[in-house]
């Protein structure tokens, strides 16, 4: 099996939702919000300067990850899916490079996410990578998150 990360396709706009779809109403309430990105990643992420990118197992989305751009090269790593078939394999980590990698390439200044500490597995990865709990300088999570990480600058890839 050839595993490859890709820049967003749009051919691929559909298998970003489901995925997205399918781990949100496992774990949650689809809100509204999510449901404004994942229909329409063109406009919410890549209009506003971020990026989507796609793991693809022998050309077959299994995985997609987004890259908010905020003002100031501020950043987010959101929307990060895996296939329940795929989860485990190292695909979510290498999404996540994709997007630490970018964050580089761009200057960025900080590179955060948010998530729920039920997901133990997400939690795991993100520590892995360098991100650290701490507390959103916006003061607010998401609907649906109980934790702000933010990137510290050395990549454990």
């Known amino acids: 099996m050839t595993l490859e990360i890709i820049p967003y396709d749009s051919k691929f706009r559909q298998?970003?939702?489901?995925?997205?779809?399918?781990?949100?109403a496992k774990y949650f309430t689809v809100e509204p919000q999510h449901?404004?990105?994942?229909?329409?990643?063109?406009?919410?992420?890549?209009k506003g300067g971020g990026e989507v990118f796609f793991a693809l197992e022998d050309g077959k989305p299994v995985g997609a990850v987004g890259m908010k751009a905020y003002?100031?090269?501020?950043?987010?790593?959101?929307?990060?899916?895996v296939t329940p078939a795929t989860q485990g394999g190292g695909i979510g980590?290498?999404?996540?490079v994709a997007v630490i990698d970018r964050f580089l390439e761009r200057g960025g200044t900080r590179l955060f996410l948010e998530t729920h500490s039920k997901l133990k597995p997400a939690l795991a990865l993100y520590e892995k990578l360098d991100?650290?709990?701490?507390?959103n300088p916006a003061g607010e999570l998401y609907d649906g998150t109980?934790?702000?990480m933010e990137w510290q600058g050395h990549k454990n890839a």
């Not at 003002?71 to 899916?81: G, H, N, Q, R, S």
Request: aromatic content about 14%.
């Open 15 to 24: 298998d970003f939702y489901d995925m997205n779809i399918a781990w949100l």
């Open 35 to 46: 449901i404004v990105v994942l229909v329409d990643p063109e406009k919410e992420l890549l």
């Open 71 to 81: 003002p100031d090269d501020v950043y987010e790593l959101t929307k990060l899916a």
């Open 93 to 96: 980590r290498k999404l996540c």
């Open 131 to 135: 991100f650290v709990l701490g507390t």
């Open 146 to 148: 109980d934790c702000y």
